[in-house]
């Protein structure tokens, strides 16, 4: 079965940095596309990042661009953000998930319609 399971996340000052991992098993990167989302108390979960199997290509919302970069080692079937110059604003909970579709595209609708499997989150907290 699919499997996803996220560490990395504390506690860190504004202008720091932090390195997220998600651990995949009952599936491989080179078959489905694999997202970051986050969710702040009070708020609405939004993506953050995603990669997709089929090309490499890898998405990120306007908020990270230029500070967060996400990549994956297919070898340790592991996908990992890195979030460097973190801000009070990317404070959330922070879950990779997937879907069993090889494009971003693809498994970001379906996980819109409750298909595919969420890990259980990480908690990164960015305050001084």
């Known amino acids: 079965q699919v499997q996803l399971v996220e560490s990395g996340g504390g506690l860190v000052q504004p202008g720091g940095s932090l390195r997220l991992s998600c651990a995949a098993s009952?599936?491989?990167?080179?078959?489905?596309?694999v997202g970051w989302f986050r969710q702040a108390p009070g708020k609405e979960r939004e993506g953050v990042s995603c990669?997709?199997?089929?090309?490499?290509?890898?998405y990120y919302a306007n908020s990270v661009k230029g500070r967060f970069t996400m990549s994956a080692d297919n070898a340790k079937n592991t996908v990992y953000l890195q979030m460097n110059n973190l801000k009070h604003e990317d404070t959330a909970v922070y879950y990779c998930?997937?879907?069993?579709?090889?494009?971003?595209?693809?498994?970001?609708?379906?996980?819109?319609?409750?298909?595919?499997?969420w890990g259980q989150g990480t908690q990164v907290s960015v305050s001084s």
């Open positions: 998930a997937t879907a069993p579709l090889p494009t971003c595209e693809e498994v970001v609708a379906a996980l819109a319609q409750g298909r595919g499997s």
């Open positions: 009952g599936f491989t990167l080179d078959d489905y596309a």
């Open positions: 990669i997709s199997s089929d090309d490499g290509s890898i």
